[in-house]
């Protein structure tokens, strides 16, 4: 039995079945990554779009080994310089003004930023929540329910009231959702678990407006698209608007758990000492990782790169679509792209990793290529001949039967 073998019968015994793994890693590098018997992968997960700047890149490891090596955790009854500092730089950036709250996932990030809302509507009988069909906000029960998929809601009845759905892209949808107790709008830039679906300006200028003209908060769920992912450092950028509030994880602290809430001015004093808490949240080696994450962002100038790797990376695949019936579409923005297949998209991932290449489904026919934004056009170039093979070997002969 080999060692990967061993590794997965251990995790069989031990560990909850709340994934289905399908290959044991161990070491990473940039996009690559090596099981226990020394076999390489291209990496375009990036640890589902946490891994931004790569596996291990040198200066993220460099701030965390002295981070944690200088205190590790202090709780939030004591000031500490790297969180005033990365609250500092999220505020700038964003250039929201306001303030922020850190905690450890997105699901807490987004259950932070529902309760914010909900705290700043209470006095006015406001706190239903309007989210989308095909979205995804987290795994908590609150964050599961604000979800529009009701298959990571089934057997968790009865779900948390104060939530209702409108079609996503669609404003008349949402127009129609606002009711008395409507206290706010919460969007993903793009959809990433529903399909890898980008929002239309004209949806996200006109919900700006809509939440203006209702009095309503708009809200951000930037935990997939955050960071870079899609060529800025949040997705809500690309739209001429700004939020009240977005949320932030995955990719902040390259995978040293990590979640933010970044407030405007309007919300950033709502909460009060006793209202919200995180006991681990914005710790110092967490906020260590996070400041290094940003300086290789931008001293690698990876938003730039990661926009033009996106462009090449969609026109390859694209090809695809002209040659195999079965590719239906190629859509996203960046580095968060999706392949749309009239099939199973499991076929293809599973396909791609016998090949050497990593990448993952959103939904059945979506295949999800998230690759760290400092990619090479070497890399991608290697990615597209690695799918091109698998699609050949699933549908080639298929079309050739037909001709």
Same mark, same amino acid.
């Given at each position: 039995? +080999?060692?990967?073998?061993?590794?997965?019968?251990?995790?069989?015994?031990?560990?909850?079945?709340?994934?289905?793994?399908?290959?044991?890693?161990?070491?990473?590098?940039?996009?690559?990554?090596?099981? =226990?018997?020394?076999?390489?992968?291209?990496?375009?997960?990036?640890?589902?779009?946490?891994?931004?700047?790569?596996?291990?890149?040198?200066?993220?490891?460099?701030?965390?080994?002295?981070?944690?090596?200088?205190?590790?955790?202090?709780?939030? #009854?004591?000031?500490?310089?790297?969180?005033?500092?990365?609250?500092?730089?999220?505020?700038? #950036?964003?250039?929201?003004?306001?303030?922020?709250?850190?905690?450890?996932?997105?699901? /807490?990030?987004? /259950?932070?930023?529902?309760?914010?809302?909900?705290?700043?509507?209470?006095?006015?009988?406001?706190?239903?929540?309007?989210?989308?069909?095909? +979205?995804?906000?987290?795994?908590?029960?609150?964050?599961?329910?604000?979800?529009?998929?009701?298959?990571?809601?089934?057997?968790?009845?009865?779900?948390?009231?104060?939530?209702?759905?409108?079609?996503?892209?669609?404003?008349?949808?949402?127009?129609?959702?606002?009711?008395?107790?409507?206290?706010?709008?919460?969007?993903?830039?793009?959809?990433?678990?529903?399909?890898?679906?980008?929002?239309?300006?004209?949806?996200?200028?006109?919900?700006?407006?809509?939440?203006?003209?209702?009095?309503?908060?708009?809200?951000?769920? /930037?935990?997939?698209?955050?960071?870079?992912?899609?060529?800025?450092?949040?997705?809500?950028?690309?739209?001429?608007?700004?939020?009240?509030?977005?949320?932030?994880?995955?990719?902040?602290?390259?995978?040293? =758990?990590?979640?933010?809430?970044?407030?405007? =001015?309007?919300? +950033?004093?709502?909460?009060? =000492? &006793?209202?919200?808490? +995180?006991?681990?949240?914005?710790?110092?080696?967490?906020?260590?990782?996070?400041?290094?994450?940003?300086?290789?962002?931008?001293?690698?100038?990876?938003?730039?790169?990661?926009?033009?790797?996106?462009?090449?990376?969609?026109?390859?695949?694209?090809?695809?679509?002209?040659?195999?019936?079965?590719?239906?579409?190629?859509?996203?923005?960046?580095?968060?792209?999706?392949?749309?297949?009239?099939?199973?998209?499991?076929?293809?991932?599973?396909?791609?990793?016998?090949?050497?290449?990593?990448?993952?489904?959103? &939904?059945?026919?979506?295949?999800?290529?998230?690759?760290?934004?400092?990619?090479?056009?070497?890399?991608?170039?290697?990615?597209?001949?690695?799918?091109?093979?698998? #699609?050949?070997?699933?549908?080639?002969?298929? /079309?050739?039967?037909?001709?």
């Amino acid at each position: 039995m +080999s060692k990967s073998e061993d590794i997965a019968g251990l995790f069989d015994q031990y560990v909850m079945r709340t994934y289905s793994p399908t290959a044991t890693l161990v070491t990473g590098s940039g996009c690559k990554v090596k099981n =226990p018997e020394g076999n390489t992968f291209m990496d375009f997960t990036s640890g589902l779009a946490v891994h931004n700047v790569g596996h291990c890149h040198p200066k993220v490891v460099e701030a965390v080994q002295d981070q944690v090596a200088t205190l590790g955790h202090v709780s939030n #009854l004591f000031y500490t310089p790297r969180q005033a500092l990365l609250a500092q730089r999220l505020s700038k #950036l964003s250039s929201l003004g306001g303030k922020c709250f850190f905690c450890n996932s997105g699901a /807490e990030a987004n /259950e932070a930023m529902i309760k914010l809302a909900r705290a700043w509507g209470h006095a006015k009988g406001k706190y239903e929540i309007i989210t989308f069909q095909n +979205s995804f906000h987290g795994r908590t029960l609150a964050t599961l329910t604000a979800t529009g998929q009701s298959k990571v809601q089934k057997g968790f009845e009865p779900l948390p009231v104060g939530f209702a759905y409108a079609a996503f892209n669609d404003l008349a949808s949402v127009r129609e959702a606002v009711g008395e107790h409507t206290v706010a709008v919460m969007l993903e830039a793009v959809q990433g678990e529903g399909g890898v679906l980008p929002a239309d300006e004209e949806f996200v200028v006109g919900l700006r407006k809509l939440c203006d003209e209702k009095g309503l908060l708009l809200l951000f769920d /930037e935990v997939q698209c955050g960071m870079g992912r899609t060529g800025k450092w949040f997705g809500w950028q690309h739209f001429p608007v700004k939020p009240d509030a977005f949320t932030l994880a995955k990719a902040l602290a390259d995978g040293i =758990p990590m979640g933010a809430l970044v407030a405007s =001015p309007a919300l +950033s004093n709502v909460f009060k =000492p &006793g209202m919200h808490a +995180s006991t681990f949240g914005g710790n110092p080696i967490s906020c260590a990782a996070a400041m290094a994450v940003m300086d290789v962002i931008e001293e690698e100038d990876l938003l730039d790169h990661a926009a033009k790797m996106g462009v090449l990376l969609a026109e390859g695949l694209k090809m695809f679509v002209d040659k195999y019936d079965q590719v239906l579409d190629v859509r996203g923005k960046g580095l968060m792209v999706g392949m749309i297949l009239e099939g199973q998209a499991k076929d293809i991932v599973d396909l791609c990793r016998e090949m050497g290449l990593l990448c993952c489904a959103a &939904g059945e026919h979506v295949v999800r290529f998230l690759p760290p934004l400092n990619v090479k056009e070497a890399n991608i170039e290697e990615a597209l001949e690695m799918v091109g093979d698998a #699609l050949d070997e699933l549908y080639g002969e298929a /079309e050739e039967d037909e001709g």
